[in-house]
């Protein structure tokens, strides 16, 4: 089993930047397959971005540009650098893991507790 327990994240202001962390226990993570979600209220939960394994990454044409995402094996754990925020970018932001490679899916086995960020304008 792989626990994902995140931090990071709160208030910023329309251009600013935040950074997410996921640190994931009970496996190492190198296998895995890591995404990130959003889901703002009344909406339903949309995929911002995923880095495989082998490090390819993809990105939701919302935050393409703006946001990064990368992994630190040795640490088990995915970041979300997130630049130039937006109002729209609001809402609770999960990070996922995986054994296969579909970023955009829901097919993510393991989950963390989400996170709240919050951009004002």
């Known amino acids: 089993q792989v626990q994902l327990v995140q931090s990071g994240g709160g208030l910023a202001q329309a251009g600013g930047s935040l950074r997410l962390s996921c640190a994931a226990s009970g496996r190492t993570i190198s296998s895995y397959h890591l995404g990130w979600f959003r889901q703002a209220l009344g909406k339903e939960r949309e995929f911002v971005a995923a880095?495989?394994?082998?490090?390819?990454?993809v990105y939701a044409d919302s935050v393409k540009g703006r946001f990064t995402i990368s992994r630190e094996n040795t640490k088990n754990t995915v970041y979300l650098q997130m630049d130039s925020l937006k109002p729209e970018d609001t809402g609770v932001y999960y990070c996922?893991?995986?054994?296969?490679?579909?970023?955009?899916?829901?097919?993510?086995?393991?989950w963390g507790q989400g996170t709240q960020v919050t951009v004002s304008s």
């Open positions: 880095i495989s394994a082998s490090e390819l990454r």
């Open positions: 996922a893991a995986q054994r296969t490679f579909v970023p955009n899916s829901n097919n993510y086995g393991y």
